[in-house]
């Protein structure tokens, strides 16, 4: 009974650390459970989908999704700006209405052309949805919280994205289009329900003039972009997300291709590292409250990540017992590794944007998860399956000078606003 007692103590304290506090911040936690439901619905059919109920062939797929994906990245500075003029929350509603008509419109493709139109239109929604909901978090919840609140948004967005993954995996499992049709639309009707919660926050009246304001040289013009010192740690930031494709492509190509371990242990570990993220994200992201404490936290994000390369080097060869136990002990270091990033990603993005350009700064600094979302897949097939150990070594070296070059970066970008900024009176 004690021991009951015990572990409800526990489990009220967690579910308090990662609900958010009544008001807009909880209000975004809704906003965020909606959105990774209907990401995890689509994400999870959408190959079967393309493919099947479309009648796509796979290569076509995959080399629409890459120019999609391009069209994202050239798009997301332009609308993060437009977000300083008009305000994020007014932007992302439109966003969401435009991605509900976007699902839709796949249910309508006849052929590739069309297939490829609307995969560039919502990349270029999705791409800039994640710096205009981090834009409208600043503007809701303020400095103090902001880095709590993206922490607890990312732990409902992994609840919130596997209850999607079920829901998608009957609806494959049902085999029918119908079924593959529903499952597109349900996640169109989900952009709806964002708008209605988005409808019901209250925005700080100034947010729009007073960026428009300080944001000068017009939509397309971005000073963002030539703040080199902050474009190079978001590429570093970028980079070091790397541990997705490493998860959800390098990982399981390596197991079936290199390892005795079961093909399940697939799943298992994607699964795994879903339920870490959701229990500590919020904890972990408490030292990562300032530009400081988020360097040195992108510093060990590298060496974690580092470190789980090298135990995946030697996972191969040894028998199912000895390969699952290397694999399952480099997925628990790549999980350190990811909630450090994560954590590390938000004070950086948020405390190295001047005040009232976060729209335009959110944008910039997501294009390292751009390319990093590009390139990542490729990078990770041609290392892990074409070169096997000596590709896990390079991922190694790779993810800890990565991790070496944070503080540096960040301290030099920190100087040369002390040096530029006015103080204050």
Known sequence: ????????????????????????ARRLGVLTLIQSLGLGVFLTSSAVFFTRTLGIPAQRVGLALSVAGLC????????????????????????????????????LVDGFAAFLAVACAIAVLETSAGALLASLTDALVGEAERVRVSAQMRSLFNLGFLGG??????????????????AVLANSALQLVSVAVLLGMRLPADAGPRAAAEAP????????????????????????ELYHPLLTV????????????????????????????????????????????????LRWAGWALGASCLVFAVSGGHGALLDSAALLG????????????????????????????????????????????????????????????????????????????????????????????????
């Open 1 to 24: 009974m004690a021991e009951a007692r015990r572990y409800a103590a526990v489990l009220r304290v967690w579910f308090r650390e990662t609900v958010p506090a009544a008001g807009n």
């Open 72 to 107: 994202g990245l050239v798009c997301t500075v332009p609308i993060g700006r437009l977000a300083d003029r008009l305000g994020a929350g007014r932007v992302l509603t439109v966003n969401f209405l435009l991605a509900a008509v976007g699902f839709t419109a796949y249910c």
């Open 165 to 182: 993954a079920a829901l998608a995996g009957a609806a494959i499992a049902a085999g029918t289009s119908t079924a593959l049709y529903a």
């Open 217 to 240: 040289g017009g939509v397309l013009r971005s000073a963002a972009l030539r703040d080199v010192r902050y474009v190079a740690v978001a590429l570093v930031c970028g980079a070091l």
């Open 250 to 297: 390098g990982l399981p190509l390596w197991i079936v291709t290199g390892t005795d371990a079961p093909a399940l242990l697939v799943s298992g570990l994607l699964i795994l590292d879903t339920v870490l993220v959701l229990l500590f994200q919020v904890a972990v992201s408490k030292g990562a409250r300032t530009p400081a404490g988020a360097a040195r936290m």
């Open 330 to 425: 480099g997925a628990l270091v790549l999980v350190l590794g990811e909630l450090y990033q994560a954590s590390a990603s938000w004070g950086l993005s948020f405390g190295l944007a001047p005040a009232g350009r976060q729209g335009e700064y959110q944008a910039v600094f997501s294009l390292g998860r751009g390319l990093q979302q590009f390139a990542g897949p490729w990078l990770m097939t041609s290392l892990v399956v074409g070169a096997a150990g000596t590709g896990w070594l390079v991922l190694a070296a790779l993810f800890a000078l990565l991790g070496l070059a944070a503080p540096p970066l960040v301290r030099s970008l920190e100087k040369a606003r002390a040096r530029t900024e006015p103080a204050p009176a």
